[in-house]
C-alpha cells in the first residue's frame, strides 16, 4: 500500500554530503595550547568563585551542620535518660520486694551513671564553679548545657507573683507510673497558691502550656482545679496535687490562673502567671515537694 497524494521534498544537500568540511573557527597558529590553557583556567577560575561565594552557601551548610548536632545530642540524650529512668524503676521495685542485693546493686549502679551522666556531670560542674566565685567556668558550662540539653537550665520548680498571688509549683518523676520502653514518662507537681494581697479571691480555671521534648505544645484547659474553685482568702493559701503523662523523659510546662476578686460585685477577672518549670527524670538540685 502506497501514500498517495503526498511527497517528502529532498533535503538540501549539506556541506558535509557534499564533500566539504564546514569551515570552523580556528586558533592562531603556533598558540594554540597556551590560548586554550588560558581560556580553560579562565572557566574553571570563573566557576569556583561562583561556587564558593555564591550568597547564603556558608550559612547554609552552618545551619544544616547546627541542625545535625543538635538531633545527634537529643538522640543521645533521650537514650541515657530511658536508661536512668529504666535504673530508678528497677531500683524500686527491688526496694518495694525487699530485694536489697538487687536494691544495692542498682544503686551502685545508679551511683556510676549519675557521675558520668554528661547533664548531670555538667549541672554540678556549673554549681561548684558559681559557690567558688568562678564565673567565666560556670558560664562555660552553661553554654555545654545550652547545646547539650536546653531544658537542663530550667529547674523543676517556679515562683511567680500576680497582684499579690503567689504561686509556686514543684515538679518530680514518677518511676512506678512510668514505662520508659514505651515512651511513657509520668511527673507529678504539686503546686502553692498563696493570697498576699488584702483581698479575697477565687480561683475560676487554669490553663497550662505542656512541651515535650521534641517541642511538641499542647494548650489545656479547664475549670478550676482538681475539682475545686478555692475561695483563698488574704493572709492564706491553698495547696493542691496533679500530674502530667509525656512521651518523652524531658519538658517542660507553664500556665496561668483566672481569677477574679470577691469582695465587690462586678469585678472583673485577671491572669495570676504559672511560671515556666521543666519536667526532667534528671531532676535538679532540691528534688523534693513543696
Known amino acids: 500500500m502506497q501514500w498517495a497524494g503526498v511527497r517528502s521534498s529532498s533535503p538540501a544537500p549539506t556541506a558535509a554530503w557534499m564533500g566539504r568540511r564546514p569551515r570552523t573557527a580556528r586558533w592562531p597558529r603556533g598558540r ?3 590560548a586554550r590553557r588560558a581560556v580553560v583556567a579562565s572557566a574553571a577560575a570563573s566557576d569556583a568563585n561562583s561556587s564558593s561565594n555564591s550568597p547564603g552557601k556558608d550559612e547554609e551548610r552552618e545551619e544544616v551542620a547546627r541542625r545535625e548536632k543538635e538531633e545527634k545530642a537529643a538522640a543521645s540524650l533521650l537514650m541515657r535518660s530511658q536508661k536512668y529512668a529504666m535504673l530508678k524503676q528497677q531500683l524500686a521495685v527491688a526496694a518495694q520486694f525487699e530485694d536489697y542485693k538487687e536494691a ?8 556510676s551513671f549519675e557521675e558520668e551522666e554528661p547533664v548531670l556531670r555538667l549541672r554540678g560542674l556549673m554549681r561548684k564553679a558559681i559557690e567558688e566565685e568562678r564565673f567565666e567556668d560556670a558560664a562555660k558550662y552553661r553554654d ?3 547545646i547539650l540539653a536546653p531544658h537542663s537550665l530550667l529547674k523543676c520548680s517556679s515562683d511567680a507573683t500576680t497582684l499579690g498571688i503567689r504561686v509556686q ?6 518511676e512506678s507510673r512510668s514505662q520508659p520502653l514505651k515512651g511513657q514518662f509520668f ?3 504539686r503546686i502553692r497558691i498563696t493570697n498576699n494581697s488584702q483581698r479575697p479571691v477565687q480561683l475560676l480555671r487554669r490553663h497550662w502550656i505542656v512541651t ?3 517541642g511538641r505544645t499542647e494548650n489545656i484547659w479547664g475549670v478550676g482545679v482538681v475539682g475545686e474553685q478555692p475561695v483563698i482568702f488574704p493572709r492564706t493559701g491553698f495547696e493542691y496535687s496533679s500530674a502530667c503523662p509525656l512521651s518523652t523523659p524531658n519538658g517542660r510546662m507553664e500556665g496561668d490562673f ?6 465587690k460585685a462586678g469585678s472583673s477577672t485577671f491572669n495570676v502567671a504559672i511560671a515556666p518549670f521543666s519536667l526532667s527524670i534528671l531532676g535538679d538540685d532540691n528534688d523534693v515537694l513543696l
Open 32 to 34: 594554540l595550547p597556551a
Open 104 to 111: 544495692a546493686r542498682l544503686r551502685d549502679s545508679l551511683r
Open 144 to 146: 555545654e548545657l545550652k
Open 169 to 174: 509549683v514543684r515538679s518530680v518523676y514518677i
Open 187 to 189: 511527673f507529678a507537681y
Open 212 to 214: 515535650d521534648g521534641n
Open 258 to 263: 483566672e481569677m477574679k476578686h470577691i469582695d
